[in-house]
DNA sequence: CATACGTGGAC
DNA sequence: TGTCCAAGTAT
């Protein structure tokens, strides 16, 4: 395109957007934080999903100073069946670090804004455009799919490097003004027009300028060679009431999947010695082991197991029951604490655990 | 550079 | 049922 042909690109573009932006409720201002929570909520996850999220966590932590002096267990609550948890906790720190090292305030460029825990660089060149109208691009995966077909760019979005290479692509495309604004329209056209499948090209603002479009190879990009398998795993979790009626929980290590919340006792049948018919042997011999508990009455529930997929894994979870060998044992070594069933609720509650609460009838109503 | 990290929805 | 996708980042 020449120079006379950029400007016209980004006017009409932006006219489109003026008209056809959505009403979210982080594009009311410009609040560095909004726009902030709202970027790091939205990171894999799409806006119907955020906006009751968005909601809930404003109104209870309005600003930085509340967000970094949240306790774990409310910032969890407030993110829980939200998913990526280590966002939230990210995200605390994050509020800390701005506290201490910044004087409360966001850098304004995204180059600084990438220093901060969680930002990584389409975050920082959202904050860094959208509140502080720095002429970066924000490269997620609408804007590879935009550019990929309007320049018909076949640079492999699987590969590391193509952020890079799409932001030195887009970077001439970028309005002095707005840039704010034109990377919001990249997202809003993604997610309306531009889509992955069947996009609505016919309605493209910007059909004319459009590569892709000329050719009709819209469907060929963007190209991406990654495929993402998915290890199945069996797994075992555990009904284990104390003789106040209480059930048992564990409490799963601030890092790694599910970091800092609670789930039933779980076990990979991996994990188990040994065979298939001997389960809950190897349930009471692993117990024993691991955590110095003994537990008595080990059954299978034999219900419909529940199956959880994650992005890299497929559980298969079998629900068993099972007695304290000891009513008055103490869980020292187990990392995790009974909960009376009607505060079952109380603590964070990922997906998982709700479905398994829900199979073995332990939800409330 | 590859992998870990959630969930819900579309087809 | 299986597969892929949706405003990515940390390690």
Not at 255 to 281: F, H, I, S, Y
């Amino acid at each position: 395109m020449t120079p006379k042909d950029i400007t016209a690109f980004q006017t009409t573009f932006l006219t489109w957007y003026d008209a056809n932006k959505r009403d979210l409720p982080w594009r009311r201002n410009h609040d560095p934080y909004l726009v902030w929570l709202s970027e790091v909520m939205l990171q894999q996850t799409q806006v119907q999903t955020v906006l009751p999220y968005f909601q809930r966590f404003t109104q209870a932590l309005p600003n930085l100073t509340a967000l970094a002096a949240v306790d774990d267990a409310q910032l969890l609550k407030l993110w829980e069946g939200l998913g990526y948890y280590s966002r939230a906790r990210n995200l605390k720190k994050a509020a800390q670090q701005l506290l201490a090292d910044y004087d409360g305030h966001f850098p304004q460029t995204a180059s600084e804004l990438e220093n901060i825990i969680g930002i990584g660089p389409y975050t920082a060149g959202a904050i860094a455009s959208i509140a502080f109208e720095e002429v970066v691009p924000a490269v997620d995966g609408n804007a590879y799919r935009v550019f990929s077909r309007l320049l018909a760019d076949d640079f492999d979005i699987s590969q590391s490097k193509a952020r890079a290479h799409f932001a030195q692509e887009i970077q001439p495309l970028l309005p002095k003004k707005r840039p704010g604004d034109f990377n919001q329209a990249v997202m809003d056209l993604g997610s309306s027009i531009c889509t992955t499948k069947d996009p609505a090209c016919l309605l493209c603002p910007i059909q004319a300028y459009c590569t892709s479009y000329q050719t009709g190879s819209q469907l060929d990009f963007p190209v991406k060679t990654k495929k993402i398998r998915q290890k199945k795993v069996q797994l075992i979790a555990l009904v284990i009431q104390n003789d106040q009626g209480a059930y048992l929980l564990q409490q799963r290590p601030e890092q790694g999947l599910l970091g800092g919340l609670t789930t039933l006792p779980l076990v990979a049948l991996d994990d188990l010695d040994l065979a298939e018919q001997t389960k809950p042997q190897a349930i009471q011999a692993y117990f024993a082991a691991n955590y110095d508990l003994a537990l008595t009455q080990v059954q299978d529930l034999k219900l419909k197991p529940v199956v959880h997929v994650f992005t890299h894994l497929h559980w298969t979870i079998h629900l068993f029951a099972a007695k304290l060998g000891d009513p008055q044992a103490d869980v020292a070594y187990f990392p995790g604490y009974f909960v009376p069933k009607a505060q079952l609720g109380n603590q964070a509650q990922a997906t998982l655990q709700k479905k398994l609460l829900k199979r073995a009838n332990l939800s409330k109503k």
